[in-house]
């Protein structure tokens, strides 16, 4: 989590476009995140995202490009 964000907005929102990649950024990401911080609401995140990783990404890069951050992050 700590690298996606330190990267800047144009390369995180690149990483959430390329198809196989967002969905490995966001497993990484998602799962990292619930790995330190816990949480049945992040768990479940997590498991939506390990489903349905690639139409998620893309919302991602979206809301990356709004807000700076992941969706539900």
Known sequence: MKWFSK???LVQVLLLLIPFV???TEL???WSTWNQKGGLIRLVI???VTLGGLVIGW???IW????GHLFLQ
């Open 7 to 9: 990267q800047s907005k």
């Open 22 to 24: 967002n969905w490995i």
């Open 28 to 30: 990484v990401v998602r």
């Open 46 to 48: 997590c498991l939506v």
């Open 59 to 61: 919302l991602d890069a």
């Open 64 to 67: 990356v490009l709004l807000t």
